[in-house]
C-alpha cells in the first residue's frame, strides 16, 4: 500500500515537512511513539516520529532533518502526489503523559519536532509547559505551533562559525542546551523534564538536571533498522540491564541510561553513512 504526500515544504535549512496519507497510523499513534519509513524501491528503513495527525482525515506529518543519503534523496526526489512505499507503525511505547507540574521540554538541534507532540499533550493533561528548542540560529522550527500549544516557548540559536563542522555543531549545542537549562531551573521549580536531541548533548543536559535531582525522560535515539525487536540494533543499556529502545522505549528514565555506551554505538556507521551520501552526491553531478 502506498502512502501518498498530500503536502511538502521546507521549514527551514535542512528541514523538510511531509504531510502523508496514512489512516492505519493516524487512528492509532500517540505521542512519542515513531513510524518505520521506506520511500524508494532499493532505500533503507528509517525511524520518524508523527509531529502531527488528523485521525478523522487520515494524515500524519513527518519532519525530517536532512543529515544523510535517505533523508537528503527524499528531499531531491520526492513530490507532493508521489508515494511513500511503507509506513509502519505506530511503534514504540508512548511518551508518559500524566500531571507532573512544571515541565521543562527541551529539543536539542532537530530533536524539537519529536517534543511538539508530547509537550502539547503535557499541556492538556493539565501541565505548565516549558519547551527549550537549542539550534543554529537559521533552523528555528515550529515557533509558532508551540506558542499556540504549551505555556511558554524558548529558542536558543546561535550561529554557526565558519569551518565547523557537526561535531563542532553538536559541542555547541551540547554546552548551550546545559546552559541554559541550568539558568531555568536555578530561577524556577521545575517538577519533570524531558530532553530529545543528540545522545552527547542529552547527557550534557542530564548531567545539570540531576545536580537538581528532577525526574528526567530521554527519548533515545541509538541505531535502528527494524523498529520491532528483531535485529537489535538498538539495544541500550538501562538499569544495568539490556533493552531495545523500539520495543521498551524510546524513552527511558536518563538516570538509568547507560550515557556513554549509548554515545559510543550511536557512531558505529559513520564512516559508512558519510561514504553514502559522498556517493549519492556524485550521482547527482553525474561522475
Given at each position: 500500500?502506498?502512502?501518498?504526500?498530500?503536502?511538502?515544504?521546507?521549514?527551514?535549512?535542512?528541514?523538510?515537512?511531509?504531510?502523508?496519507?496514512?489512516?492505519?497510523?493516524?487512528?492509532?499513534?500517540?505521542?512519542?511513539?515513531?513510524?518505520?519509513?521506506?520511500?524508494?524501491?532499493?532505500?533503507?528503513?528509517?525511524?520518524?516520529?508523527?509531529?502531527?495527525?488528523?485521525?478523522?482525515?487520515?494524515?500524519?506529518?513527518?519532519?525530517?532533518?536532512?543529515?544523510?543519503?535517505?533523508?537528503?534523496?527524499?528531499?531531491?526526489?520526492?513530490?507532493?502526489?508521489?508515494?511513500?512505499?511503507?509506513?509502519?507503525?505506530?511503534?514504540?511505547?508512548?511518551?508518559?503523559?500524566?500531571?507532573?507540574?512544571?515541565?521543562?521540554?527541551?529539543?536539542?538541534?532537530?530533536?524539537?519536532?519529536?517534543?511538539?507532540?508530547?509537550?502539547?499533550?503535557?499541556?492538556?493533561?493539565?501541565?505548565?509547559?516549558?519547551?527549550l528548542h537549542v539550534a543554529p540560529a537559521p533552523m528555528a522550527i515550529l515557533k509558532d505551533e508551540f506558542?499556540?500549544?504549551?505555556?511558554?516557548?524558548?529558542?536558543?540559536?546561535?550561529?554557526?562559525?565558519?569551518?565547523?563542522?557537526?561535531?563542532?555543531?553538536?559541542?555547541?549545542?551540547?554546552?548551550?542546551?546545559?546552559?541554559?537549562?541550568?539558568?531555568?531551573?536555578?530561577?524556577?521549580?521545575?517538577?519533570?523534564?524531558?530532553?530529545?536531541?543528540?545522545?552527547?548533548?542529552?547527557?550534557?543536559?542530564?548531567?545539570?538536571?540531576?545536580?537538581?535531582?528532577?525526574?528526567?525522560?530521554?527519548?533515545?535515539?541509538?541505531?535502528?533498522?527494524?523498529?520491532?525487536?528483531?535485529?537489535?540494533?538498538?539495544?541500550?543499556?538501562?538499569?544495568?540491564?539490556?533493552?531495545?529502545?523500539?520495543?521498551?522505549?524510546?524513552?527511558?528514565?536518563?538516570?538509568?541510561?547507560?550515557?556513554?555506551?549509548?554515545?559510543?554505538?550511536?557512531?558505529?556507521?559513520?564512516?559508512?553513512?558519510?561514504?553514502?551520501?559522498?556517493?549519492?552526491?556524485?550521482?547527482?553531478?553525474?561522475?
Open positions: 500500500m502506498p502512502y501518498k504526500i498530500l503536502d511538502k515544504k521546507e521549514l527551514a535549512p535542512k528541514h523538510v515537512m511531509y504531510k502523508i496519507e496514512a489512516p492505519h497510523v493516524a487512528r492509532k499513534v500517540q505521542p512519542g511513539q515513531f513510524v518505520i519509513v521506506r520511500a524508494f524501491p532499493n532505500g533503507e528503513r528509517i525511524p520518524l516520529t508523527p509531529v502531527m495527525w488528523d485521525r478523522e482525515d487520515g494524515w500524519i506529518v513527518l519532519i525530517t532533518f536532512v543529515r544523510g543519503k535517505t533523508t537528503m534523496r527524499m528531499a531531491n526526489e520526492l513530490k507532493p502526489g508521489d508515494p511513500i512505499l511503507n509506513v509502519a507503525g505506530p511503534l514504540g511505547n508512548p511518551a508518559p503523559i500524566e500531571k507532573f507540574g512544571r515541565v521543562l521540554a527541551v529539543g536539542l538541534s532537530a530533536g524539537i519536532v519529536e517534543v511538539f507532540p508530547i509537550a502539547k499533550a503535557l499541556q492538556e493533561a493539565g501541565n505548565d509547559v516549558t519547551t506558542r499556540e500549544n504549551v505555556s511558554r516557548h524558548i529558542f536558543e540559536g546561535f550561529e554557526i562559525q565558519e569551518g565547523w563542522r557537526t561535531k563542532e555543531i553538536v559541542a555547541e549545542i551540547a554546552r548551550r542546551g546545559a546552559e541554559k537549562v541550568k539558568e531555568l531551573l536555578s530561577e524556577e521549580n521545575f517538577d519533570f523534564v524531558l530532553t530529545v536531541g543528540p545522545a552527547g548533548a542529552q547527557k550534557a543536559v542530564f548531567n545539570v538536571v540531576k545536580e537538581f535531582g528532577i525526574p528526567m525522560h530521554a527519548d533515545l535515539h541509538p541505531i535502528m533498522v527494524d523498529g520491532t525487536g528483531m535485529c537489535g540494533a538498538c539495544r541500550v543499556m538501562v538499569g544495568g540491564e539490556v533493552k531495545f529502545a523500539c520495543i521498551d522505549g524510546p524513552g527511558f528514565d536518563a538516570y538509568k541510561v547507560d550515557w556513554d555506551e549509548l554515545i559510543h554505538r550511536v557512531g558505529f556507521y559513520t564512516d559508512l553513512e558519510r561514504k553514502a551520501l559522498e556517493e549519492y552526491l556524485k550521482s547527482l553531478r553525474g561522475e
